[in-house]
């Protein structure tokens, strides 16, 4: 070990200075693989490329085969050299990178990576400047914890190179002990989390619009709205709400006193795309004019709906965080029914999240 240990460097990242990227990239450039701090953890990098300083990155870790290494890009548009991006990847990539999200994409057929299977490859940004700086000079950058597989990755480089004294290069970056990034397969309409990590399940649905209601059996708060013709149905609604157990947060109008439908279809709209309710419910004469009214909220998804069969694919199918209704067409219990249907729906995702993203694409839209 003190001749492994004799022939190794540590050189100390410091911005600004050269010292420490231009020795990572000549070694990276002579095939060999390094040791580079990341936002989450040190990591063993080498060219993306170079299949032989992959199998070193293996070997020195004790790593399967079979788990295959993600590639540390500059920017999405290096990121793009390697795989086929998508509605999904770009609005992902857009909101946390750089940072602690992996993508896993489908491989572009002209890309010669060492790294991945025949079909996907695993990309992120990471949110350091020394790793960024180092890809927009070599390319893409196979990368995986600095470790042997299975233990835990040290915090500091000195304690890198007392368990891996056979790399040559080490690049002190201070303390990296960062939580390892979430993994998300972007290969289908839907996102699915492969590896938990600092990005949530919530903060990925966040981003798409998917801002779903609670799970049934949970108290949400619930605001309603409506106009005159709708008032009475809006009222028994809201006793029934309350009687669930849930907050209700009442929009008006508070008698049959004529109204304008718009105002309060915004109001409760408003309401739900501020996240002061987890949803709404809209009543006028028919539901629709009211529903037009809520959907002119950006963040809205409001749906006309007749029954329960109705409201519950409105939110299978299209997310709605509103349902409007109309008091001169459904009877009371039928919107009860409709009411109960919406609530303890959940959102199917799959084939419809790439639809629900380009409904809210939409909002704003001039021509």
Not at 35 to 58: R, W
Not at 159 to 178: K, Y
Not at 268 to 275: C, L, Q, T
Not at 281 to 300: H, L, M, P, T, Y
Request: glycine content about 10%.
């Amino acid at each position: 070990m003190s001749d492994q240990r004799s022939s190794q460097s540590i050189v100390e990242a410091c911005e600004g200075a050269s010292d420490a990227t231009d020795a990572a990239i000549e070694a990276i450039q002579r095939g060999e693989i390094v040791v580079l701090p990341t936002d989450t953890v040190y990591g063993i990098a080498a060219s993306a490329f170079d299949a032989t300083a992959l199998k070193a990155i293996f070997a020195v870790k004790n790593r399967p085969y079979d788990r295959h290494v993600a590639v540390l890009v500059a920017d999405r548009l290096q990121a793009a050299s390697l795989i086929e991006t998508s509605r999904l990847f770009d609005a992902l990539a857009a909101a946390f990178w750089p940072g602690p999200l992996t993508l896993v994409a489908t491989r572009r057929p002209d890309a010669v990576t060492a790294v991945g299977d025949d079909t996907s490859v695993g990309v992120r940004c990471p949110d350091h400047w020394f790793v960024r700086e180092v890809a927009k000079k070599v390319g893409p950058l196979a990368t995986t914890s600095a470790n042997t597989h299975g233990d835990s990755s040290p915090p500091t480089a000195a304690a890198v190179a007392d368990i891996l004294p056979m790399i040559g290069l080490i690049v002190d970056g201070g303390i990296c002990d960062g939580e390892a990034s979430t993994v998300v397969d972007v290969r289908t309409a839907s996102p699915l989390v492969i590896r938990d990590g600092p990005i949530s399940q919530a903060d990925i649905d966040e981003v798409l619009g998917l801002t779903k209601l609670p799970q049934p059996g949970v108290s949400m708060r619930i605001a309603v709205g409506s106009d005159h013709a709708g008032f009475h149905m809006k009222q028994d609604i809201a006793d029934h709400l309350r009687g669930r157990g849930h907050v209700v947060i009442d929009c008006g109008t508070n008698s049959t006193d004529r109204v304008d439908y718009p105002d309060f279809g915004a109001a409760v709209g408003r309401e739900v795309a501020s996240g002061g309710a987890d949803g709404g419910v809209c009543v006028c004469g028919s539901g629709i004019g009211i529903c037009i009214a809520a959907n002119k909220i950006r963040g809205v998804r409001a749906a006309t709906v007749h029954d329960a069969t109705s409201a519950k694919l409105s939110r299978q199918h299209n997310d709605a965080n509103v349902i409007c209704l109309g008091e001169r067409l459904t009877g009371p219990a039928v919107a009860i029914d409709a009411v109960d249907a919406w609530l303890d729906a959940t959102f199917e995702g799959g084939r419809h999240v790439g639809r629900v993203a380009k409904l809210d694409a939409l909002g704003g839209e001039r021509v």
